[in-house]
C-alpha cells in the first residue's frame, strides 16, 4: 500500500450555487446579501451526508469577492458560514477567499487552485482521488488545476467553461449521486 492511498479523499464544493440558493441578476449568478436571504436548496443536507457516509472530507471552497468590494461585511459572511455550519454539520472545513479580484491574482481566489490546495495540505487529502462540485466556470477551472474530478452545476448562467469538466449536472444532488457512482469503493 502506498503513501498516498493511506491520505483522504474529498469533495470541495462551491457554496452559492451549488448549496445554497444563489440571486440571479442579468443571467449572472450573485451571492445573498444577509443571513436572512441564505437558503439552502433542497436535498443539499441529505447529500453532503451521502459524501460523508461514502468516506469522504467535505470541503467548502468559496469566493466571497464583495468582502474585498466593500459591499458585503466580514461578519455577514461569517454569519452566513456559521448558519451553514449549524445545517450541514458534516462540513470539514471551509475555505473563504475574500479578494475583490481586481489586481494581481490571488493563488486562493478560483480560478487558483490555491484553497484547495491549503484545505488538502492541512487534511491530509489525496487530490487524485478527489473531487469538486461547482455551478460556475471558476470551479471547473479551480478543479482542473488541483487536479481533481469535476462536476459543472449547469444553471444555464450567461457565461462559458473554459474548460470541460468530468461531469455535468442539474443540481447539487444529481452532482452527489455522480460522484457516488463514479468512485470505487475503498
Request: net charge negative; proline share 6%; with cysteine.
Amino acid at each position: 500500500m502506498g503513501v498516498d492511498s493511506l491520505k483522504k479523499r474529498a469533495v470541495f464544493v462551491d457554496r452559492d450555487g451549488t448549496l445554497n440558493v444563489q440571486a440571479i441578476r442579468d443571467g449572472k449568478p450573485f451571492s445573498p446579501d444577509t443571513v436572512d436571504e441564505f437558503e439552502l436548496f433542497p436535498g443539499v443536507p441529505e447529500a453532503c451526508s451521502r459524501i460523508k457516509a461514502a468516506g469522504f472530507e467535505l470541503v467548502v471552497a468559496t469566493n466571497q469577492p464583495d468582502v474585498g468590494r466593500g459591499r458585503v461585511s466580514r461578519t455577514v459572511v461569517e454569519a452566513m458560514h456559521a448558519e451553514l455550519l449549524s445545517l450541514i454539520p458534516e462540513i470539514d472545513r471551509i475555505e473563504v477567499c475574500y479578494d475583490p479580484g481586481l489586481g494581481e491574482p490571488s493563488r486562493r481566489r478560483k480560478p487558483e487552485p490555491g484553497m484547495l490546495l491549503d484545505a488538502a495540505a492541512a487534511l491530509d487529502i489525496d487530490l487524485a482521488r478527489s473531487w469538486m462540485i461547482g455551478d460556475r466556470w471558476r470551479d471547473v477551472d479551480c478543479g482542473r488545476r488541483a487536479g481533481v474530478r469535476t462536476v459543472f452545476i449547469d444553471f444555464g448562467y450567461a457565461e462559458k467553461l473554459d474548460v470541460a469538466p468530468d461531469f455535468t449536472a442539474r443540481s447539487f444532488v444529481e452532482a452527489v449521486a455522480i460522484v457516488l457512482q463514479n468512485t470505487s469503493i475503498e
